[in-house]
């Protein structure tokens, strides 16, 4: 992937990372948050309706890790990679919010031309490499990714999400173990949310602090931060974007964070308790920001209300409106060719096995 990707070696867009946010960044982070926040409520809704099908994963909750992150980093420069709760990173990352909305209702407006669906949002102008619905899938491949940067001698840095559960995944020893070894570029970011659909990380891994795992079983330099805080993400986030694109190799990030929904929509979200949920709702990584700019009195209650309003009206009025009105996906043959499809591919018939 990372040969056909990154063909020639972009010019940073963007300045460095700054070691703290200003008043202007927290503010725009925190509407950029919300935006986030209503955007995935809103595709619950639609799920609902009954207009978005097949899985959906949310990311309610998680805000702050992707946004800290990307804040410290060059979005539309590096390249990032997640699983399947990706909608979010794939907005910030400068997908359009209305080609991804599009994408969920399977129009041929969205950003696969609603071939893909939720679990595999795309968009390699802004080098957001994917959404992948395997567990632990994108761990690999952004080694991949990095391995061409070091190979063309870019700036660029490869950063992988991923949540804590997948780190049990053989794929994760492998490509921690090759990345160390190789001196890769890559910034691994594990969101961990405590919990692998249903199972509690305490009852499924035996290690339970993962940047402990990555840096004592690979020698790799490693941080832990409080996910819901979205400056403190942001400060560690710096300290590892800038070792990884000044020391050319690997970074793990662990953030600590929660998922305010279930695994998926099939999830009814029976295991967990009404008390930790409670405890978790009490640190919202909106509220956290919000809460500590009023008490600085840079923002008040009603100036959020607005905010809030106004983009709940945004979504609705247009990224929603863009999504119902997108015709289906062009039915044509021949736009059907240019995509992987079994009746296409000489390979999984049984007649061409064995060179038949």
Known sequence: MGATTAKKSRKPSGKSSKTSLNLADKRRLLEEMLFARRFEERCYEAYVERKIGGFLHLYCGQEACCYGVMEAARPGFDYVITGYRDHIHAIKCGADPKRVMAELYGKETGCCKGRGGSMHIFDTEKRFMGGYALVAQPFPLAAGLAKTIKMQGGE??????????????????????MASIWK?????????NMYGIGTRIDRSTAVLDQHVRAGTAYNMQVDVADGQDVEAVYAAAV?????????RKPYFLELKTYRYRGHSMSDSNAY?????????????PLYILRDRLIKAKKLTMKQFEDMDRGIIKQIEDEIIQFAEESPEPD??????????????????????????
């Not at 890769?184 to 961990?192: D, I, K, Q, R």
């Not at 300290?239 to 000044?246: I, S």
């Open 156 to 177: 660029e840095i490869a950063i992988c999400f991923l949540g804590d559960a997948a780190n049990n995944q053989g794929n994760f020893h492998e490509t921690l173990n």
């Open 184 to 192: 890769l570029p890559v910034l691994f970011v594990c969101e961990n």
């Open 239 to 247: 300290k590892a974007v800038d070792y990884v694109r000044g020391q």
């Open 272 to 284: 967990r308790s009404k008390e930790e949920e409670q405890e978790w709702a009490s640190r919202d």
């Open 331 to 356: 039915p044509d043959p021949a736009e059907a060719e240019k995509y992987v499809l079994a009746e296409n591919d000489p390979y999984v018939l049984v007649t061409n096995l064995g060179g038949k």
